[in-house]
C-alpha cells in the first residue's frame, strides 16, 4: 500500500483539489483509494457532499487507543472512500501533546494495510500533530504551490519539515515533489516562480502543471469531482497526467529513492531549528 500527504504550510495553494481529483483518478483506474480528511474545517467533506461528521464517526477516531480497520469510520463514495473529518480535530490538539502522539496514524495505515492500494491525507496549512501524523505515515508527500511569493515560501519550508520528518521520524519518506498548481501561462510572475523552482529543485518539481481551470473553481456540494463535472476541462486533463506522473514513481514503490538531488542541499535544509518539537 501507497501512503500519500498532500501538503503546503500555506493556505489557499489547491491541496483539497489535488486530493479529491487525484483519488478519483487513482480511483477511475481501478485502485482502491482511501481519502482521509485531517482539516478540522472539513472542505473536503462538504466538497464530496457530506455533512462534517460527529467526533465519533471522524477522522478522530484515528487518533484513539487500539484502533482496528473496523471501527475506521468510512464513507464510501463514487470512486473513493472517505474518513470524513470534524470540527473536534480543533480542539484534539490540545491533548495531542506527547512525542509519541506523532504516531497515530502510522498504527491506522498498518491496520488498514489490506483493505487498500493508496491513502490520501488531506490537511490543513499550518504544522500540526495532524500533519505530522500524516507525513510519518506517508511514503510520498507532494507540494502543491501556486507559483507566487507567499506559496513559494510556504512550499519550500513545508519541503524542509518533509526533510526534517524524514530524517528524525520516517526514513521511508521519499524526497517531496513540488506540483504547480493554477498556473496562469499569460503571468510573468508565473513563469519567473516556476523558473525558480525548476532550477532550484530540478526533477523534485513535478513535469506536469496544473492551469487555471474554471471548472476546479466552481465550490461543489455535491460530490463530484472535475472528472464528472467537466471531463473535458483542462482541469480534468491536468490532474489525470499528475496521476499518471505519480503513478509512475508509485510503481515499483521504492520510498527511499532519493533522485538526483544533493545530499548537501537535503542537509542545508534539514537543520531542524525552527521545528524543536519534532
Ligand atoms: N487549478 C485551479 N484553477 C482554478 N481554481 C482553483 C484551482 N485549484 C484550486 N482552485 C480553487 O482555489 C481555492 C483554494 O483551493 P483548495 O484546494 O481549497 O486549497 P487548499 O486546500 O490548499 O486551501 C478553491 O476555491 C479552489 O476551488
Ligand atoms: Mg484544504
Given at each position: ?171 521511508d519518506l521519499a524526497t517531496p515533489k513540488f506540483l504547480l498548481t493554477m498556473v496562469d501561462g499569460r503571468k510573468r510572475n508565473h513563469l519567473g516562480y516556476r523558473k525558480y523552482l525548476r532550477e532550484r529543485y530540478g526533477e523534485r518539481v513535478m513535469r506536469t502543471v496544473i492551469r487555471t481551470c474554471t471548472a476546479l473553481s466552481l465550490t ?59
Amino acid at each position: 500500500m501507497i501512503t500519500l500527504t498532500i501538503c503546503n504550510h500555506k493556505g489557499g495553494t489547491g491541496k483539497t483539489t489535488t486530493v479529491m481529483n487525484l483519488a478519483a483518478a487513482f480511483g477511475m483506474t481501478g485502485r482502491d483509494v482511501l481519502v482521509v480528511d485531517l482539516d478540522p474545517q472539513a472542505f473536503l467533506t462538504r466538497m464530496m457532499g457530506e455533512t462534517e461528521a460527529a467526533a465519533k464517526l471522524s477522522s478522530l477516531v484515528l487518533f484513539e487507543e487500539d484502533i482496528e480497520s473496523e471501527k475506521v469510520p468510512i464513507t464510501p463514495l463514487r470512486t473513493f472512500d472517505l474518513v470524513p473529518s470534524s470540527a473536534a480535530l480543533s480542539s484534539a490538539i490540545r491533548r495531542l501533546t506527547k512525542p509519541t502522539d506523532v504516531l497515530w496514524l502510522r498504527e491506522f495505515v498498518d491496520c488498514m494495510d489490506k483493505h487498500y492500494d493508496l491513502i490520501i491525507f488531506d490537511i490543513a496549512a499550518a504544522v500540526t500533530v495532524f500533519s505530522l501524523n500524516a507525513l510519518v505515515a506517508s511514503n510520498f508527500v507532494v507540494i502543491p504551490v501556486l507559483p507566487e511569493y507567499q506559496p513559494v515560501l510556504g512550499g519550500e519550508q513545508t519541503y524542509q519539515t518533509a526533510q526534517v520528518v524524514r530524517k528524525r521520524l520516517n526514513p521511508d519518506l521519499a524526497t517531496p515533489k513540488f506540483l504547480l498548481t493554477m498556473v496562469d501561462g499569460r503571468k510573468r510572475n508565473h513563469l519567473g516562480y516556476r523558473k525558480y523552482l525548476r532550477e532550484r529543485y530540478g526533477e523534485r518539481v513535478m513535469r506536469t502543471v496544473i492551469r487555471t481551470c474554471t471548472a476546479l473553481s466552481l465550490t461543489r456540494q455535491n460530490g463530484q469531482t472535475v472528472f464528472e463535472s467537466d471531463p473535458q476541462a483542462r482541469g480534468s486533463i491536468d490532474y489525470a497526467s499528475a496521476a499518471d506522473e505519480l503513478g509512475q514513481l508509485f510503481d515499483p514503490i521504492d520510498g527511499g529513492d532519493l533522485g538526483p538531488e544533493s545530499k548537501e542541499e537535503i542537509k542545508a535544509h534539514s537543520s531542524g531549528e525552527q521545528f524543536s518539537f519534532l
